[in-house]
């Protein structure tokens, strides 16, 4: 089935980005947007706009109904969901299967598999990937015998969370009961489902992911993979393909394992598939697969030269893929870092406001995805996320070098925003040596800020 | 059956409110045709008496399938008193509570707070819109079975003292 118009339930730069390839494609755009961002960029880009509701997301951007009413009322074949918002919910996918609408990512059935953490496990079990030492747990004396078997620090997991959310470490094992409990109500508030398992806690992990394209029918390419193991809180700040330091031997490993387990669902569209690997020894776990397209997409699309948004679209028009493995050419190096609006100085905190003055850089292997301009508000209802700028180069020391340029070049006035401190961690000694593992933002951090936030209060 | 100025105020804000660009209406030797346009001083272009060429029907049909300019430049009321009915939800409006029943209310009805004036559907659930204030209704904006979004304008309403 073609597609000729699509529907975008999605707003910011990732809304902006989806429109630039419908429109080098020919495709209509219908952007879905919550009355907080009518007068948006992707709002203006767009071949037209609905507004679907009131600027809080679960009046607007999360409400399943509306948005599958708005694309049959604007008559669209087809809504992208981007990432974030209703991208990951089994629920839109299958309305949309019901009223005709095509849904552009993977089956709600795929959905619903990678979803449950649990299930997830399961699979890459069953696909013969390896999974961190757990399991399920339903009563706190389960719990305890499995924990004594994994041995501690270890982690307790929401079935239904993911991304960092609903986790707890407990390190002595005579807190697990407690953080059992107080885990399993926090998951039951804030995803519907109170169940949690057990993981144990791997200390110096690197995260590596391996983007994946499946036809639906048991076909299934990747375009290589990220390393984005700078992390805050598990929330992504830098990503950068490939991953430096690791042997020929181990990536071919990680690209078979996420190949397989997409391959076991059948998988359709763009997928990630996560894993923490370990840097010492070198073993590799699966963590989860997201079945979306990813914010650290661009990264991907700069060493192959593939638009993974238009393949998408392909994929869901019935077109299959296009593209065969050994089409794949992975070339050069790519760093993406994500400008957020927040304030380093005063622990990340959002920073909402008008932009007086921008600038971005410009430059031969230079990509900036963003949604906001000179005179832009940007709304407190959403996340924080600003704009990616990308680097490419043939090597890393010189995509590095460019990246710094581009945040040095970059003039944003009005709000506060994290582009100091991205400057300040891609001149990190321990970042251009490269390889670093997720603790490594929070050990920069330590460094940087002598000052405790007990300092702070007292002013 | 003559076509009175007050006919064709009518028809021009018909044409306003559907999705249509145009109207050809051709009747007891009356030829009428509407285009939609914004003249310098900002008032709906109308150009009456232009003959006919082209069957309205592929003309309508072609209008609709093109995506549509976005409905929210519609103009809130400008007159005092007159308090525009909000769509509370994107979704279907209907004017009347099953096809072919009476509209909920027309030009003229006296409505209070409460007084449905219209339902929205959305994904086969019917959310009834009420008035909000009290008054007589002077315009209705919304045609039925429209896709109407958040915030747009529906029933114009002239509020009593």
Redesign the interface.
């Known amino acids: 089935m073609s597609i000729r ?1 699509i529907l975008i339930a999605n707003r910011g730069e990732i809304a902006v980005r989806i429109i630039r390839t419908c429109r080098a494609l020919g495709i ?1 755009t ?1 952007l879905a947007a919550s ?1 907080a961002d ?1 007068d948006s960029m992707a709002a203006r880009l767009a ?8 600027p809080r997301p679960t009046d ?1 951007y999360l409400k399943i ?2 948005i ?3 694309a049959l ?2 008559k669209a074949d087809a809504i992208h969901p981007g990432y974030g918002f209703l991208s990951e919910r089994a629920g839109l996918a299958r ?1 949309c299967e019901e ?1 005709g609408v095509i849904f552009i990512g993977p089956t709600a059935a795929q959905i619903d598999a990678v979803g449950d953490k649990l299930r997830a496990r399961a699979e890459a079990e069953a696909a013969g990937v390896p999974v961190v030492p757990g399991g399920a747990v339903s009563s706190a004396d389960e719990a305890l015998t499995l924990a004594r078997t994994i041995g501690a620090p270890l982690l307790v997991k929401a079935v239904g969370g993911g991304g960092g959310r609903g986790m707890k470490r407990v390190d002595r094992l005579e807190d697990l009961a407690d953080a059992l409990a107080l885990a399993s109500s926090e998951a039951g508030a804030a995803f519907g489902d109170a169940r949690v398992y057990l993981e144990r806690f791997v200390a110096s992990g690197r995260h590596i992911e391996v983007q994946v394209l499946g036809d639906g029918a048991g076909r299934v390419i990747h375009l290589g993979e990220r390393d984005c193991s700078v992390q805050r809180r598990y929330q992504k700040i830098v990503e950068e393909t490939p991953a430096p330091g690791i042997s020929e031997a181990l990536r071919t490993r990680l690209y078979d394992a996420a190949v397989r387990f997409s391959e076991r669902l059948s998988y359709r569209g763009a997928g990630t598939v996560e894993f923490l690997v370990d840097t010492q020894t070198e073993a590799f776990y699966f963590l989860e697969m997201n079945a979306r397209i990813q914010v650290e997409h661009p990264v991907t699309e700069a060493v192959t030269g593939i638009d993974i948004v238009a393949e998408q679209i392909a994929i869901a028009a019935g077109d299959g893929l296009r593209l065969k493995q050994s089409d794949i050419q992975l070339r050069g190096c790519a760093v993406e870092c994500r400008v957020n609006a927040e304030d380093p100085e005063r622990d990340f905190q959002p920073s909402p406001g008008l932009i007086r003055e921008l600038l971005w850089p410009v430059g031969t292997g230079i990509r900036v995805d963003t949604h906001i301009e000179a005179g832009s508000r940007i709304p407190p209802f959403y996340d924080s996320l600003l704009a990616k700028i990308i680097s490419w180069a043939p090597d890393r020391s010189a995509a590095l070098a460019q990246l710094r340029q581009a945040i040095d070049q970059t003039r944003l006035v009005g709000i506060q925003t994290n582009l100091g401190f991205q400057a300040e961690v891609l001149a990190d000694a321990e970042f251009l040596v490269g390889a670093v593992d997720t603790g490594f933002l929070s050990r920069l951090l330590d460094r940087r800020l002598p000052i405790t936030s007990e300092d702070l209060a007292r002013g | 059956m003559t076509l009175t100025a007050k006919d064709v105020a009518e028809i021009t804000r018909l044409l306003e409110t559907s999705s249509f660009d145009e109207l050809h209406l051709e009747f007891e030797g009356v030829k009428l045709s509407l285009r939609r346009g914004v003249s310098a001083d900002g008032a709906r272009v109308a150009a009456p008496l232009v003959s006919v060429n082209t069957p309205a029907a592929s003309q309508a049909h072609q209008a609709t399938d093109r995506v549509q300019p976005p409905l929210k430049q519609r103009a809130k009321p400008a007159e005092e008193g007159v308090k525009a009915i909000e769509a509370p939800l994107l979704g279907t409006f209907y004017r009347a509570p099953k096809p072919g029943a009476p509209p909920f209310v027309e030009i003229g009805a006296v409505v209070t707070a409460d007084t449905v004036v219209g339902i929205i559907e959305v994904m086969k659930l019917m959310n009834a819109v009420r008035s909000g204030v009290s008054g007589t209704v002077v315009e209705i904006l919304a045609s039925d079975g429209a896709l109407v979004e958040y915030g747009e304008s529906l029933v114009l309403v002239s509020e009593s003292k």
């Not at chain 1, 071949?47 to 009131?54: A, N, S």
């Open positions: 118009r209509e219908v009355a009518r071949d037209r706009c609905v507004c679907i509701g009131p607007s109904d509306t599958v009413q708005a009322g604007v309305l009223n």
